[in-house]
């Protein structure tokens, strides 16, 4: 449970934190005319969960020794990470349009140097896990009960250093370790099932041992259920959850279109995206 200020530790509905960090990823986007929006509106749903129901956090102390520490291995989402911190006050919405310009806090690619909030420097893609793998070893030695959230990709899948840290966890016995996987079936060179994850993905991590759910990630009751039972597991092994999202989420023309790894939209069209999105605002 969030630990911050009233006002972000307010009864704001889960809903509502979804649609302020698609929309804060709006802004930074028009900032640039481009980016990871797709990626951005398609985790929202798993970052409000994550911010605004799982994670113990201080606004105001990025750095809290008993906070649990979100990993953001898949460095290019930094944008809908920023979003969510955003949101959570743990960054100042004033800085938004300052995302991607020299000398920001909030560079494309996510820099623990650079952000307050942000526990590592992704963006090598496949090494987040095996970070999140030593940060949670780590945390049990010093007999800390915080947990390690690792949000990777569907591409990662596709590295090796990602299985090593998988097996790792296992022998570790690592049941402060949640895995989360945006499965949005997309990368940068096509389908991510045209590569190299062309088998049900819950019952692979599940033969290496860990314990595993698959779910909507567009459904937030669904994704709330799935961060309470991987959160209170009582096997001794790490957890993993599956979340397939759909990219450019809540925004039709963007959903539609064919490419949307990197998203190029017109400068007419983020006016168009925003409308749309304040016309379904929830309560």
């Not at 309470?228 to 979340?243: E, K, L, N, S, T």
């Amino acid at each position: 449970m969030n630990t911050g200020t009233a006002k972000h530790g307010s009864n704001v509905s889960l809903a509502r934190r979804a649609w302020a960090i698609r929309r804060n990823a709006l802004r930074m986007g028009e900032v640039q005319g481009q980016g990871y929006i797709g990626q951005a509106l398609g985790v929202a749903d798993v970052l409000a969960v994550s911010y605004f129901h799982a994670l113990s956090y201080r606004p105001d102390d990025p750095e809290w020794e008993g906070r649990d520490r979100f990993l953001l291995s898949i460095g290019h989402y930094a944008i809908a990470l920023y979003s969510a911190m955003i949101e959570a006050g743990i960054l100042p919405e004033n800085e938004l349009e300052t995302y991607g310009m020299d000398d920001s806090r909030m560079p494309m690619s996510g820099m623990a140097a650079y952000t307050p909030g942000m526990e590592i420097t992704g963006g090598s893609l496949g090494h987040g896990l095996g970070i999140a793998v030593g940060m949670a070893l780590g945390l049990k030695r010093k007999k800390n009960p915080a947990f390690v959230y690792n949000m990777l990709s569907d591409g990662e899948l596709g590295e090796g250093s990602t299985w090593e840290a998988v097996m790792s966890a296992v022998q570790w016995k690592l049941d402060n370790l949640i895995a989360i996987v945006d499965f949005n079936n997309q990368q940068a060179d096509g389908p991510t099932r045209s590569a190299l994850a062309q088998v049900p993905e819950a019952a692979k991590w599940q033969a290496f041992g860990w314990y595993a759910q698959e779910v909507d990630g567009n459904d937030l009751d669904a994704v709330v259920a799935a961060f309470d039972a991987a959160r209170g597991h009582d096997g001794a092994q790490p957890r993993v959850i599956i979340c397939n999202t759909t990219m450019c989420k809540g925004i039709p023309f963007l959903e539609s279109r064919e490419i949307t790894h990197f998203v190029r939209v017109e400068p007419e069209e983020w006016a168009k995206a925003l409308e749309i999105l304040d016309g379904e605002k929830p309560q």
